[in-house]
């Protein structure tokens, strides 16, 4: 991309799309549930511990 000419290179750059209010507040209603929904399956206590950790470790899988 640097080898381009000057006159061309505005038009190859790409703006970053903009996320209206509703959007934004479609997002934050479906975080709150999902937060909502974790919170009612574990205990504080819990959370706290995987926060310490880094994150909540991986599930246990079947079979492996």
């Known amino acids: 991309m640097t080898n381009l000419p000057c006159k ?3 038009l190859v ?6 996320i209206t209010p509703a959007v934004q507040d479609y997002i934050q209603e479906v975080a709150s549930l999902g ?8 205990d504080k ?6 926060g310490k950790k880094g994150g909540r470790p991986p599930k246990e899988r079947k079979g492996a």
């Not at 937060?35 to 574990?42: C, L, M």
């Open 8 to 10: 061309f290179y505005p």
């Open 13 to 18: 750059m790409a703006k970053k799309p903009k």
């Open 35 to 42: 937060g909502k929904a974790r919170a009612a399956k574990y």
């Open 45 to 50: 206590a819990t959370l706290s511990k995987w």
